[in-house]
């Protein structure tokens, strides 16, 4: 019966350590293309309303470009070919205020850890009441990286 137990506990060890180390072994590449709404006649004006750099946050890297865009009245956050973090499990895309990110905010899972991807901002959120991108790391409670949005 000890043998059993032992087992299923290593099992379950192994697994998780895979979940929490993985990552870390792992670059998924993404490269989506810019946003676009289209009306039934043709694609809507893409404007920018700000952008912000990446830092790395926590001993974990973090670099490249982000941008806030309004595209026929919806608002999204695009993070450009350059962006690059560290890879790690659990990580997802929020926006913060002076040097807080805000849990309410939640834009979606992170794509991938290299390359463009964008997150639809819902209309329930004041981007007005933000000026940070965050990348957050759920399981651990721990900053990956930070742009500040100007």
């Not at 299923?8 to 979940?19: K, N, Q, S, T």
């Not at 939640?106 to 004041?126: F, H, M, T, W």
């Amino acid at each position: 019966m000890k043998k059993i137990i032992f087992c299923i506990l290593g099992i379950v060890g192994a697994g998780l350590a895979y979940w929490l180390i993985s990552p870390l072994f792992i670059t998924k590449r993404v490269q989506e293309k810019s946003p676009v709404v289209s009306t039934t006649t043709s694609p809507v004006e893409q404007k920018e309303v700000a952008r912000g750099n990446f830092d790395g946050l926590a001993g974990h890297r973090a670099e490249g470009i982000v941008k806030l865009l309004t595209i026929g009245g919806k608002k999204f956050i695009r993070f450009e070919d350059d962006f690059s973090v560290t890879n790690g499990p659990d990580l997802f895309v929020y926006l913060g205020n002076n040097g807080v990110y805000d849990p309410n905010t939640r834009l979606g899972a992170l794509k991938g850890n290299v390359g463009s991807q964008n997150y639809e901002i819902p209309s329930a959120v004041d981007v007005g009441n933000y000026n940070e991108v965050w990348v957050w790391c759920r399981a651990f409670s721990v900053p990956f990286g930070k742009a500040i949005l100007q």
